[in-house]
């Protein structure tokens, strides 16, 4: 016998279930040609001190110097526990399929041995939104039937912290143009690594110093930090995985 209990957090309130993920939202091609398509709206703020109103520029450590993206990869989190009766031999461990194309799975297990209970987690990244809700369906499929062949009482939780962003090419001309005439290597392409902020992103990995020392001094940039890391273990999810383990 399977039991399933299931818990979704989604920042667009699409509909979500272990069965099936519901989503509505359009999809758009990860090149500089296309990002125009994307929906996404950049916000013009004050200048500090009472300047012209500027944009937000996320500096990434983890992408080379000068590398500007065309798109960011969005995140999902899973967590699955599956529990099995006292006295039962150690059951198979759960094998991660491969992801669809455009995704990729960040996983890890806890007590992968053990007799009684063994905790799975996956962060899910993606370019598209499609592809994001592609995976995270296919994953808690995947862990449904696993939890089903070893007769286990599986417990799935997931959250959908980032949504791919597509940044509109226009922005994204003009701070290639104003990087290249300050002496900047330029380049572009997409990104696996989840960016929160509004406005644009750009790799620093190098030369952090002079990239943001010369974007704090333009009038039409305004510098944040980014507000999620790379890695598996990603600072995005930090505050979802504390609530989760208070929750028992």
Known sequence: MVVVAFEAEDTL???TKVGSLVVVASEAKDTLATTTKGSRETSLVPKPGGGS???????????????????SAGVARAEATFSYR???????????????????????????????ACRFFCEVRALRVGGLAAALDGLLRAV???????????????VRAVEPIVYPAPLVERLARDLWEAGFSV?????????????????????????????????????????????????CFAGVLDRWSASG
Do not use: M, Q
């Open 53 to 71: 109103p500027c944009s937000a520029v996320t500096l990434l450590a983890e992408e080379p110097a000068g590398r500007i993206l065309t798109v």
């Open 144 to 158: 449904a039937a696993h939890a089903a062949l070893t007769d286990a009482v599986l417990e799935v939780r997931a």
């Open 86 to 116: 006292p006295g039962d031999a150690p059951p198979p461990v759960f094998r991660l399929h491969e992801p669809p194309p455009g995704s990729r799975f960040y996983p890890a297990w806890e007590d992968a041995h053990a007799t009684s």
């Open 13 to 15: 309130a699409t509909t």
């Open 187 to 235: 380049n572009f392409g997409p990104s696996w690594v989840p960016v929160h902020e509004d406005g644009l992103a750009v790799g620093s990995g190098g030369s952090e110093a002079e990239i943001e020392g010369y974007l704090r001094d333009h009038a039409a940039w305004r510098v944040v930090a980014s507000g999620c890391g790379s890695g598996c273990k990603s600072t």
